[in-house]
């Protein structure tokens, strides 16, 4: 016959550590039957959680490249919509022009409107998104029409004593002796005019040689490459130094000014027909920049599905592995909670048992 060393101690001991385990089980259970995967992936998994990791890693990068390009087409949307602006605002000079002719009343308004139209275009091209000018180029922190005034600082426009304003004046002095203002405009002939807008006029909008763009712009003409997949990248930069752009500056300057008020009727009608046929170039230019944009646009769209899909298989690949089954966790949660009570009770039982009740 064998003898058993039987304490009250060791008794009330065994079931306290048995409530802990399940304490410790029922917490698990309950994480998981809140969050829906695995408390502990990496214990749960063992070997297999590289896999799960891969797949997270994939489906972030991804949802980067989303954001990213929400925030591209969020930039090809402001500029369709300035780019709109600028169109209308040049037709509308077009129209003018063509109605007004070359009588001294619609001159004076064409003239007006040339000028606001000026403005216009120079607001429209310092378009930004978030604190980034859009028609800037590379140097996208830098407005992309800013005109410098004459003795240095900044002038608010070109027709604030800018630098501009004062090469303009330089060229039509050089041309002609006298300035745009001067009385003497009305002997200007249509050739020599023609001479001159074809000359020297059209060396201040050009950007190589004695060209004097960087008096509008300091746009940097180099393209900027965002990468919208894993395999695409896309040119999204339209720089203000782009020919469409100088061609519609070119003939606002043509008729707000050369002092065409003060021209005789043939002179005013050359003027007039080589400004609608420069706005009417740069108009065109500007259609194919926007159908451009229009088809990274579409671009866009094709790739932000193709991304959301992705997405989608990622997740399911990733709940494949870490997510648990609802039913069977909610059924564990409650076997466990069963055996809690359970436990409590043996507990409370075996504690209350001492050798002197037998006594």
Do not use: C, H
């Amino acid at each position: 016959m064998s003898n058993f060393l039987v304490s009250s101690y060791s008794l009330s001991s065994a079931p306290r550590s048995a409530v802990f385990r399940i304490q410790d089980e029922l917490r698990t259970a309950q994480k998981e039957v809140t969050t829906g995967r695995l408390a502990d992936v990496g214990l749960g998994l063992g070997v297999r959680t590289n896999q799960t990791v891969s797949l997270r890693i994939e489906r972030e990068n991804n949802t980067r490249l989303r954001e990213s390009n929400a925030l591209i087409g969020q930039r090809f949307e402001t500029m369709q919509t300035a780019l709109e602006s600028v169109v209308k605002t040049a037709e509308a000079l077009v129209a003018s022009l063509i109605s007004n002719g070359a009588s001294d009343p619609g001159i004076s308004a064409s003239v007006q409107q040339a000028k606001a139209g000026l403005q216009q275009f120079s607001g429209a091209l310092n378009s930004a998104s978030g604190a980034r000018f859009l028609f800037s180029g590379a140097s996208s922190d830098e407005p992309a029409i800013a005109f410098t005034a004459v003795g240095g600082g900044t002038a608010r426009g070109y027709e604030q004593d800018s630098t501009a304003k004062k090469a303009t004046a330089d060229a039509f002095q050089t041309a002609f002796g006298f300035a745009q203002d001067d009385p003497a405009v009305a002997g200007i002939s249509p050739a020599d005019l023609e001479a001159f807008v074809a000359g020297g006029l059209d060396g201040l909008f050009q950007l190589s040689g004695t060209g004097e763009w960087a008096n509008w712009s300091q746009a940097d003409g180099t393209s900027v490459y965002n990468r919208i997949s894993e395999s695409e990248t896309l040119d999204v930069s339209y720089p203000a130094s782009d020919e469409a752009f100088r061609n519609i500056a070119k003939a606002y300057v043509m008729i707000a000014d050369l002092g065409i008020e003060g021209m005789n009727g043939e002179s005013r009608q050359l003027l007039t027909s080589r400004a609608i046929e420069t706005l009417s170039q740069g108009l065109a230019q500007l259609t194919e920049i926007r159908a451009e944009i229009g088809g990274k646009q579409s671009r866009l769209e094709t790739t932000e599905e193709t991304l959301k899909s992705r997405n989608s298989v990622l997740t399911l690949s990733i709940a494949s592995f870490e997510e648990v089954d609802p039913y069977e966790a909610s059924t564990q949660v409650t076997t466990l909670m069963n055996l809690l009570e359970t436990s409590y009770a043996l507990t409370a039982r075996i504690s209350r048992l001492s050798i002197l009740n037998y006594l």
